[in-house]
């Protein structure tokens, strides 16, 4: 069973930074790509980064230069550093996994995980 859980979400003011991470298990974590998604109250889930199993990355417009995705094979967690922070990014963040596809189109991934709450006060 795919198993996909967030952490290291909270409240931070504007400037500050924040790293997620996602664990994984239940798959071959190295053969998936993975990506960070958000979605902000009344608005649609947004691509913000991924990462495929090569290592080759793909950030939202927006947040290149400011959020780095990364991936731990040996300990099957995938990172998300967050610098730069602004108010805008306050959203609920989610991990997702797929085996087939990859980039920063929500209907591509296949595994979920339940989310972590980011907050940025100005």
């Known amino acids: 069973q795919v198993q996909l859980v967030e952490s290291g979400g909270g409240s931070v003011q504007a400037g500050g930074s924040l790293r997620l991470s996602c664990a994984v298990s239940?798959?071959?974590?190295?053969?998936?790509?993975m990506g960070w998604f958000r979605q902000a109250p009344g608005k649609e889930r947004e691509g913000v980064a991924a990462?495929?199993?090569?290592?080759?990355?793909a950030y939202a417009t927006s947040m290149k230069g400011r959020f780095t995705i990364s991936k731990d094979n040996a300990e099957s967690t995938l990172y998300l550093q967050m610098n730069s922070l602004k108010p805008e990014d306050t959203a609920m963040y989610y991990c997702?996994?797929?085996?087939?596809?990859?980039?920063?189109?929500?209907?591509?991934?296949?595994?979920w995980g339940q989310g972590t709450q980011v907050t940025v006060s100005s």
């Open positions: 239940g798959y071959t974590y190295s053969r998936y790509c």
């Open positions: 997702a996994a797929d085996q087939a596809r990859c980039g920063l189109s929500a209907k591509w991934y296949t595994y």
């Open positions: 990462i495929d199993n090569y290592g080759r990355t």
